[in-house]
């Protein structure tokens, strides 16, 4: 495929699609809430189950990310 076939291929956009753009921001909209609760849950924990769980207070920001979450599921995406 030569530069100009790849240009007209990633430039060729089909146009916008509503349900396909709510979709997505209804998935957004629901993974921040599911990891606020998740982020909530684990600040009210106790230290020994924290530890338990390998994690220490200060890493709760860290792994309630949506990096860390898509990086755990093996997405690249953001």
């Known amino acids: 495929m ?5 240009l007209r291929y990633e430039t060729d956009r089909t146009g916008f699609n509503l349900f396909g753009s709510a979709r997505r921001g209804l998935r957004l909209a629901y993974h921040a809430m599911r990891m606020r609760s998740d982020r909530a849950a684990l600040r009210a924990m106790p230290d020994y189950l ?7 207070r ?3 920001e860290h792994y309630t990310s949506t990096r ?11």
Do not use: H, V
Not at 50 to 55: A, E, P, Q, R
Not at 68 to 78: E, I, K, N, P, S
């Open 2 to 6: 030569t530069t100009m076939d790849r």
């Open 50 to 56: 924290l530890k338990d769980m390998g994690i220490s």
């Open 58 to 60: 200060s890493q709760i």
């Open 68 to 78: 860390a979450a898509l990086a755990a599921a093996g997405r690249t995406d953001a």
